[in-house]
């Protein structure tokens, strides 16, 4: 068994639940390598897509927005949309790879390697095994368009949409979405505040922006800084967003309690040692959250998917949100104060939450490879 794992960078979480489930992959010995599909098209496809992505999620979100629900309209199993013909043009030349590097299994934790992939199997181009994964709590356009053997889904309860969009009923599997195991082997508040060097005597506050330093961070920062005392500290965390990290840390070069922070690798940690997260609701940071049990509150997501997402949490108790930015911020500062609705939305984490996604993942890719070896050998 070799793996392909296919993803690209217009939005990290797809490439967080790729590794993710290279990490598993590897702990099981099975040859695994991550690669940018877009790097199939040209070198500088995968960077001009994400400078894209950046400007339609940042700069032009009502553009996103549209985008998005065009694509929900013109979605169709049967008629087949520009980003499949788009996907299609690179795809003999990542068919020579697979078949050159002996490549017998391919995970696509994004639409773009899907649509791909789709179009080398009408054309009988391939014989691997396929499989997607979803990172959205959603179906999100296009994913009808696509064939492969198997689909990875957030949760049970989101089969329905996917039947109803197109994907037969047998090809789903309700994992989760993928996460990094050191988001399940996290140290304790006190710990994680001694290796961050948080204060152990202050509340402390962790918003998340995304890779990208998406949503309206100056406006709430404002607020919550307003809003609380001395004795609590905030904790940006703000992406590659340099523009953004720049205007924070001139505002409050002279005020001690917010530390505005550039990417890091240590976000399982810092959801550790806060007493609550204020995060966009990407499908893969706030599935993090869950497994790392964070009092979790919902900021003003990514037209689109993400608007499922948050609906998704919130009707299951494991987030709090609200339709404002202030209702945002009463409600998180509500949560902050109150231990009881923490606890309670731990148990609904751990009623609803899939922690051990990439795991269940890989159980079950191996299991297919050790089906289909186990009926050959009978032939």
């Avoid at 489930?21 to 099981?28: D, I, L, N, S």
């Avoid at 607020?223 to 340099?242: A, C, F, P, R, S």
Wanted: hydrophobic share 40%; glycine share 6%.
């Amino acid at each position: 068994m070799k793996v392909l794992i296919l993803s690209t960078g217009t939005g990290e979480g797809h490439n967080s639940a790729a590794k993710a489930v290279k990490e598993q992959f590897e702990k099981r010995g099975i040859p695994c390598e991550l690669a940018d599909v877009l790097n199939f098209a040209s070198d500088k496809a995968s960077a001009y897509g994400r400078r894209i992505y950046i400007w339609s999620t940042v700069r032009a979100k009502k553009v996103f927005a549209g985008a998005y629900r065009v694509g929900r309209v013109i979605s169709s199993a049967r008629l087949k949309s520009p980003v499949y013909f788009a996907n299609a043009l690179y795809a003999d030349k990542l068919c020579s790879y697979i078949t050159e590097n002996g490549y017998d299994t391919v995970v696509m934790p994004h639409l773009f390697p899907a649509e791909a992939m789709t179009w080398l199997q009408r054309q009988h181009k391939l014989e691997v095994q396929t499989y997607f994964i979803a990172t959205d709590y959603t179906c999100i356009p296009f994913t009808e368009e696509t064939k492969v053997d198997y689909y990875f889904i957030p949760h049970e309860e989101l089969a329905t949409e996917f039947i109803k969009r197109g994907i037969p009923a047998e090809k789903l599997v309700p994992t989760g979405i993928p996460v990094s195991e050191r988001f399940l082997k996290l140290p304790e508040k006190r710990e994680a505040r001694v290796q961050l060097g948080i204060p152990a005597d202050k509340s402390c506050i962790l918003m998340m922006t995304g890779s990208m330093g998406y949503g309206r961070v100056e406006n709430m920062t404002a607020k919550l800084v307003e809003q609380t005392g001395e004795d609590t500290h905030l904790y940006i965390l703000g992406g590659t967003n340099e523009e953004l990290k720049k205007t924070l840390r001139d505002r409050y070069a002279d005020t001690e309690r917010v530390h505005v922070l550039d990417f890091t690798t240590e976000a399982h940690l810092y959801m550790a040692a806060a007493d609550i997260l204020f995060t966009k609701p990407g499908g893969l940071t706030s599935t993090e959250a869950v497994a790392a049990k964070a009092a979790l509150v919902h900021t003003k997501p990514i037209p689109g998917c993400e608007d499922r997402n948050v609906a998704f949490f919130t009707q299951h108790g494991m987030s709090v949100s609200g339709d404002t930015e202030d209702a945002v911020i009463q409600k998180g500062l509500k949560l902050l104060r109150d231990p009881e609705a923490q606890a309670e939305m731990r148990k609904c984490q751990e009623k609803y939450g899939k922690p051990y996604a990439a795991d269940a993942v890989c159980e079950f890719i191996c299991g297919q490879k050790e089906a289909a070896e186990a009926a050959q050998k009978e032939a």
